[in-house]
């Protein structure tokens, strides 16, 4: 389209100061008027360009004409009894996705979403029982950040702290739109590069690139299984992407320095318990200064799979202790909202029809959270 207008909520800050003054200058107005707007996208977070009421009416119908700035809308919200809040969002075309306001005492993480589905088709995940849709664009992407902040601001939350890309989907299969939006929550929203989490069950040419990167986002593997033969059975890309290809990628990022890695590795009982794999999982966090998070296995649709037993997790935290690997057990956060790690979108799935009116009868296997 020759006059398609450009998102606001898409370009990164230098981009977005560029297009507005050469609109401005256009359109004879002062300088200033950039700095106008630019006030009103990054700082007030406003929701349509007609609430940037220091502009004259004539200017905002000009901007509106050029420019889009679009969020979406809360089709469902959620509140868990503990404290966790899920949005359902319906985006412009009517697809659905989900983010989740984990509130703790020292901080308030948003959990966002960089595809409408997914294709991962990982077994312990209920997102992609759905299907994947489409990938969501770096603006839809921003857009979650920007209508949860307004949203916790309103409801006595205060300012997120952290963001995680652990949403629906796979973000490092959507890098031309995850690496605009890192650098327009960064540059754009003041959101600190540490503070931003992107998660991956493995995509090896995406933590290169973003080991290339100067700035120190962090990286949460989903690994789930510390032997090659086991993760297949649980993640398929494993057959493209092998553990040993992943952790030489992992090496170089964690060699590009101050940027930390995590494993987040769900306990199943009987599938990935067993007590031999403890040391199999320390070997591997040993060799890149990993972080482990231990994460009992949430229930999703059509899977009959149990969490492990509290003894066997906490036999597995001392195993990684004991070798002097950092590791957490997580609390499991929003499950009677079906909003706790691999349940995203498993409410709409048990009522028999996707997000997007499919059957889930017709539908490929569960993928990534």
């Known amino acids: 389209m020759l006059n398609a207008k450009k998102d606001l909520l898409g370009l990164p800050p230098h981009d977005v100061e560029a297009a507005l003054a050469e609109h401005f200058v256009v359109r004879g107005q002062p300088s200033y008027r950039v700095e106008q707007v630019k006030k009103w996208v990054f700082e007030e977070c406003v929701p349509d360009i007609a609430g940037m009421t220091n502009l004259p009416v004539a200017e905002r119908e000009a901007l509106d004409a050029a420019f889009s700035l679009v969020e979406p809308t809360a089709d469902t919200v959620s509140r868990s009894s503990d404290g966790t809040v899920k949005h359902l969002w319906r985006l412009a075309d009517g697809e659905l996705v989900e983010s989740v306001l984990i509130p703790t005492k020292n901080r308030l993480t948003l959990c966002i979403s960089s595809q409408a589905g997914c294709a991962m088709g990982c077994t312990f995940c209920a ?4 299907g994947f849709q489409r990938q969501l664009t770096s603006g839809e992407i921003v857009s979650q950040y920007r209508a949860s902040q307004r ?42 590069a540490r503070r931003i989490t992107v998660s991956t069950v493995g995509v090896v040419p995406g933590i290169l690139e973003l080991a290339e990167r100067e700035e120190q986002f962090r990286l949460a593997i989903s ?23 992943l952790m030489a990628a992992l090496v170089r990022f964690d060699r590009a320095g101050g940027r930390r890695i995590t494993f987040e590795y769900t306990m199943i009982r009987g599938i990935n318990d067993a007590p031999r794999l403890a040391q199999a999982l320390a070997d591997l966090a040993s060799t890149v200064d990993a972080f482990v998070n231990l994460i009992p296995y949430n229930p999703i649709p059509y899977q009959d799979w149990k969490a492990s037993r509290g003894e066997r997790i906490e036999e597995f935290r001392s195993v990684l202790e004991a070798r002097g690997v950092s590791v957490a057990v997580r609390v499991p956060r929003g499950r009677d909202i079906d909003a706790a790690c691999g349940q995203l979108r498993a409410t709409r799935m048990t009522s028999g029809v996707s997000q997007t009116g499919g059957d889930p009868g017709n539908r490929r296997g569960p993928a990534k959270k």
């Open 127 to 130: 997102t992609g029982w759905a």
């Open 151 to 192: 949203w916790g601001f309103e409801n006595g939350h205060g300012r997120i702290s952290n963001i995680v890309y652990m949403g629906m989907g796979e973000p490092l299969t959507n890098r031309k739109a995850l690496h605009p939006s890192l650098t327009i929550l960064n540059q754009g929203y003041g959101v600190g």
């Open 223 to 245: 690994l789930h299984a510390p032997e090659s033969d086991l993760r297949s059975q649980l993640i398929p890309l494993e057959k493209r992407h092998s553990l040993e290809e």
